[in-house]
DNA sequence: CGCGGACTTGATCTGTCTCAAGTGCCGTGG
DNA sequence: CCACGGCACTTGAGACAGATCAAGTCCGCG
């Protein structure tokens, strides 16, 4: 079972020969605030998420990424988010100097970034617009592999439940949606008083009816 | 007087005898949600604003665009967002496949899709964390020329104010900013009363002293 | 068994929304 | 030239979703 963020399939890296791969652990330090961008970075597999702070501690968590994903973007030559892994992860990291210079590691960038330009517009929509179990039900679709885009494939079904793990604390679904973790947990429960999910172990979450959470987002 | 949502400088276009000249009056349609996506737009002069709307109605306002910047961007073949100018607005159309054929104009781009998404970033962190006051007042200092990017440039100085002209109505501020019309337009209030704002005529705003406004937005 | 961190739940508070009047401005027509 | 209507905006009063504060509870781990 997939662990969300990713798209199906495997990841081509052009000129894998050119770029360093990393390794890291569960919840790592990829790229800290104010670091020198020196290197744009493509997840091989894992996951990381990308955030920001506001001085005064406030945070928020702006992108989730996975497989196929790529970070390290920035228009100045310094990061201004920090990059965390949520599990174990293997990243290939090139050389700005070699991304100018390669046409397919450019074309590949591009077409990534054009995917997460629309999902932070989603995004967007749903931290201006969205309630908090809208913002929920929202992030769990985003998690059921292959579900998370443009909504429900077909009508409802009878069976139609997924297991998902969430790997990522009540705190940083918090930061992510732009809620407090109270809330956040508030409508988890919500949720499930409502037989839309079932917990399992540890991270472990049964989305009972898919198509029928995907009617809580406020999408459909 | 600049006003707002571009960058200084001309816009230099590749290509432009493969584009589509097109030039739009305030407040005309661009692209409408579920149009076909054929071509990537980049503005000349003038501005636009992309929004997305939920199925009951609520609106998003994801981004504005000034001149230099691109829309039009998909991974998809119809587009789900709308385009709206905001002043009379002279774009460039390209064809996609023009645009696959080209390296200059794929480069060009590129950098621009860089630029937005770090705006996209920070756009995120303002409706999720942000208070109304502090959104307004990040608003306001982007519509600044030149001051609407990373913050302050040197200490507070004496002189430093600053003439705008808000071509966005209270309700567009509002689903921009992730606000009801009302809250924005306490905030501007709130401004005023303490002397940061001064009302002009007809759209025009005075920032009486910008850096002043600055802190008033959360990041600094 | 007991500790600590993540999570849940409850009670209360508050910033923003909602609803409802205004006010001011501009263009139109008498 | 002024009355009128319409629209954008402002302002107030009250409601409410979500934040904040404060106990708990659960569960894995030493």
Redesign the pocket.
């Known amino acids: 079972m997939d662990l969300g963020f990713s798209r199906e399939g495997a990841v081509d890296a052009p000129l894998d020969r050119a770029a360093r791969h990393l390794e890291f652990d569960q919840r790592a330090t990829v790229i800290d605030e104010g670091d020198e961008a020196r290197f744009i970075y493509l997840i091989l597999e894992g996951a990381v998420m990308m955030s920001k702070l506001l001085p005064d501690g406030r945070r928020q968590i702006i992108e989730l990424l996975g497989s196929g994903d790529v970070f390290g973007i920035t228009t100045t030559d310094t990061h201004d988010c920090c990059v965390e892994t949520l599990r174990p992860t293997r990243i290939l990291c090139y050389d700005r100097k070699t991304v100018d210079g390669s046409q397919s590691l450019q074309s590949l960038i591009t077409e990534r970034m054009k995917a997460q330009i629309c999902a932070l517009h989603d995004h967007a929509v749903l931290l201006g617009r969205k309630?908090?179990?809208e913002r929920v039900a929202t992030f769990l679709m985003r998690i059921v592999p292959g579900r998370g885009g443009s909504g429900c494939i077909g009508g409802p079904r009878k069976e139609d439940n997924a297991n998902v793990r969430v790997p990522l604390?009540?705190?940083e679904i918090a930061d992510y949606l732009?809620?407090?973790?109270?809330?956040v947990?508030?409508a988890?429960?919500h949720l499930k008083r409502d037989g839309l999910l079932v917990?399992g172990?540890?991270?472990e979450v049964t989305i009972v009816n898919v198509c029928r959470l995907c009617q809580h987002t406020g999408s459909h």
């Open positions: 309630s908090a179990i604390t009540r705190q732009g809620l407090t973790l109270e809330t947990s508030r988890f429960s917990y172990r540890h991270d």
